[in-house]
């Protein structure tokens, strides 16, 4: 009987535990309860005296139950809140041009944030893979109190994001108000506004664009929600954008419909519909639509580089801050590709579902091509949204903004490489794979002597090729073109993402939760010290003021500002490096 109650009882702790992880219904810990006690009673009244298997076939019962209660306790769906507790309290309504809509209080009365406003059709049915179309006017007044459904993108089981959380962010909690799952949908070309509580007029306006590699992500993300900056006089809005397939599918038969004759780029016309929307309606929620700052890290970064130089977002922002991605090497690492190469992806698609119109196209389900993010998730030079690349605009002096705030993290590598870490046997072969010619260059800067060594270089080198090295040259086609360029060298260390590839964001935007035990007191100095360089560069284009340490925007791109235990001018660290890739790309 002992033996029984140990194996019982941890197995229904682990079953439990995958409930939890899961985000089970509670019904679903109370039907294992009953399914436990109904096991253990028929254990004691006619299994204990039973042969071996007859035990075995009975905790396999046991399972098959749970099994079934994991079913059918399964998390719904169900949209997020905007507000905390259980009751909203809500704003008085703001008039926007197509309708009326009142938001939440939240952050102890300090921010309203208005969640889940169109600024465009959804994009459904014969409006799939077309240009953004203005949102139908509404009656009545709309309850910004949830958050719209992010947009369709390929999702995991509830238990793996959980583990997600575990293992890499080491933020996961225990809890029994988070039992469902947020939703993803077609439809998401909505924006969230976050300002100040109560009346306000010509704010600074910080419009941000969520990362993810152009194929999954949301706009509440808690790391860059707006609460931050709103409670400093800012006004956040954040947005959703086509994903994947959705937003990067190109398409001869796609640009011949439409009347710029574009396709493969729907998710930056997204963006860029988003900061129409910003322009016209801001200055009813307190902001100054003259004074727009674009931002965005990792793919919602490389999107703001491409806004940099787009015609069609020429007047809809002033500045950009871009985390950990540009686009503006001579050949960018990611997240771009030649309308080519779009065209003969998005043909090999047609091929791999048997269909060959846009109507065809258009009756495949959502379900059924959303995992075809990993194929389609590039920005195209459509010769519409993108005549050429950032660079070859760069050269020639055409740029939308007047002046960037930018920089990369320490680890950017980190997430990238988790299954792929070099050793002394495959790191040779794994810089001549991707430098080739150059590759000798490469080993003589980085040889390693070790394992760790072998390790440690091969993540510097991926980190400054596929991020580093774009901020570089990003920072020098600024000083050609007269655009002062802040950039930073993310470093500090915690006990949640360090500065892994996304962990300066809490930093950046105010969000370190108040109670987490991952950040300490500088931690949340530091957040102190960055916000303070966000607001100020969103305000007036200047990242300096009063009491923050002296950030030099250097023309020669030898020094950057160190963020992590020490907040100063430091050298570069990979410029040999870089002289490799100036070589490599054409870098002129």
């Known amino acids: 009987m002992i033996g029984f109650g140990i194996v019982t009882g941890l197995l229904c702790l682990l079953m439990a535990a995958v409930l939890e992880l899961n985000k089970n219904t509670l019904w679903g810990f109370v039907l294992l309860l009953l399914a436990?006690?109904?096991?253990?009673?028929?254990?004691?009244?006619?299994?204990?005296?039973?042969?071996?298997?007859?035990?075995?076939?009975?905790?396999?019962?046991?399972?098959?139950?749970?099994?079934?209660?994991?079913?059918?306790?399964?998390?719904?769906?169900?949209?997020?809140?905007?507000?905390?507790?259980?009751t909203p309290v809500y704003t008085a309504p703001v008039h926007t041009e197509k309708g009326d809509v009142r938001g939440v209080v939240i952050a102890d009365g300090a921010v309203e944030l208005y969640a889940g406003i169109p600024y465009a059709q959804p994009p459904v049915g014969d409006l799939r893979w077309r240009e953004p179309q203005d949102p139908l006017p509404w009656e009545g007044v709309l309850d910004g109190d949830h958050f719209a459904p992010m947009c369709m993108q390929p999702t995991h089981l509830p238990l793996y994001d959980s583990l997600a959380r575990i293992i890499g962010y080491h933020d996961y909690k225990i809890?029994?108000?988070?039992?469902?799952?947020?939703?993803?949908?077609?439809?998401?070309?909505?924006?969230?506004?976050?300002?100040?509580?109560?009346?306000?007029?010509?704010?600074?306006?910080?419009?941000?664009?969520h990362g993810g590699t152009l194929q999954t992500g949301q706009p509440w993300y808690a790391d860059y929600a707006g609460t931050g900056l709103a409670k400093e006089g800012v006004v956040v809005?954040?947005?959703?954008?086509?994903?994947?397939?959705?937003?990067?599918?190109?398409?001869?038969?796609?640009?011949?419909?439409?009347?710029?004759?574009?396709?493969?780029?729907?998710?930056?016309?997204?963006?860029i519909k988003a900061l129409e929307w910003v322009r016209d309606n801001v200055s009813a929620f307190g902001g100054d639509p003259g004074n727009v700052t674009l931002a965005g890290e990792s793919a919602g970064a490389a999107s703001v580089s491409?806004?940099?130089?787009?015609?069609?977002?020429?007047?809809?922002?002033?500045?950009?801050?871009?985390?950990?991605?540009?686009?503006?090497?001579?050949?960018?690492?990611?997240?771009?590709?030649?309308?080519?190469?779009?065209?003969?992806?998005?043909?090999?698609?047609?091929?791999?579902?048997?269909?060959?119109?846009?109507?065809?196209?258009?009756?495949?389900?959502?379900?059924?091509?959303?995992?075809?993010?990993?194929?389609?998730?590039?920005?195209?030079?459509?010769?519409?949204?993108?005549?050429?690349?950032?660079?070859?605009?760069?050269?020639?002096?055409?740029?939308?903004?007047?002046?960037?705030?930018?920089?990369?993290?320490?680890?950017?590598?980190?997430?990238?490489?988790?299954?792929?870490?070099?050793?002394?046997?495959?790191?040779?072969?794994k810089v001549r794979a991707y430098f080739g010619a150059y590759a000798d260059e490469v080993l003589a800067l980085y040889a390693p002597g070790t394992d760790g060594e072998a390790d440690s270089f091969w993540a510097q080198i991926y980190g400054a090729v596929f991020f580093n090295y774009p901020h570089y040259c990003l920072n020098r086609l600024a000083a050609r073109n007269g655009i002062p360029a802040w950039e930073y060298y993310f470093d500090k260390t915690n006990g949640r993402l360090g500065s892994w590839h996304s962990g300066e964001l809490p930093y950046f935007y105010g969000n370190i939760p108040v109670a987490s035990r991952l950040f300490d007191e500088g931690d949340r100095a530091l957040q102190g010290t960055i916000l303070?360089?966000?607001?100020?560069?969103?305000?007036?284009?200047?990242?300096?003021?009063?009491?923050?340490?002296?950030?030099?925007?250097?023309?020669?791109?030898?020094?950057?500002?160190?963020?992590?235990?020490?907040?100063?001018?430091?050298?570069?660290?990979?410029?040999?490096?870089?002289?490799?890739?100036?070589?490599?790309t054409g870098w002129e």
Not at 357 to 378: C, D, F, K
Not at 548 to 557: C, G, I, N, Q, R
């Open 36 to 86: 436990t006690v109904a096991f253990a009673v028929l254990f004691v009244k006619g299994l204990q005296g039973s042969r071996w298997y007859g035990k075995l076939l009975g905790y396999l019962g046991y399972v098959a139950v749970f099994a079934l209660i994991l079913f059918l306790t399964w998390p719904p769906t169900k949209a997020v809140s905007a507000y905390e507790g259980k």
């Open 175 to 209: 809890s029994l108000t988070d039992n469902y799952v947020a939703p993803v949908s077609e439809d998401g070309l909505y924006v969230n506004v976050w300002k100040p509580a109560g009346e306000a007029e010509g704010l600074p306006v910080l419009v941000y664009i």
């Open 237 to 271: 809005v954040n947005l959703g954008y086509r994903l994947g397939v959705f937003g990067y599918l190109a398409d001869e038969a796609l640009a011949a419909e439409s009347p710029h004759g574009t396709t493969g780029n729907y998710g930056l016309l997204d963006q």
């Open 306 to 429: 491409a806004l940099c130089t787009s015609p069609l977002a020429k007047g809809l922002f002033r500045r950009v801050i871009l985390e950990s991605s540009t686009l503006a090497s001579p050949e960018p690492p990611h997240s771009f590709r030649s309308f080519s190469d779009a065209i003969a992806s998005g043909r090999e698609l047609k091929d791999r579902y048997g269909v060959a119109t846009p109507a065809e196209l258009r009756a495949l389900s959502a379900e059924r091509i959303v995992n075809e993010a990993y194929t389609q998730h590039h920005m195209t030079l459509d010769g519409y949204a993108l005549t050429e690349t950032p660079y070859a605009s760069y050269g020639r002096g055409v740029h939308n903004e007047e002046a960037i705030l930018h920089g990369y993290n320490a680890e950017e590598s980190g997430p990238f490489i988790l299954f792929s870490h070099a050793n002394l046997k495959n790191y040779e072969q």
């Open 532 to 584: 303070g360089y966000v607001k100020n560069f969103a305000a007036a284009g200047d990242p300096n003021g009063p009491g923050l340490p002296p950030w030099t925007a250097d023309a020669e791109s030898g020094t950057l500002l160190a963020l992590g235990e020490t907040v100063a001018m430091v050298p570069e660290r990979y410029l040999a490096l870089y002289d490799v890739l100036d070589r490599m």
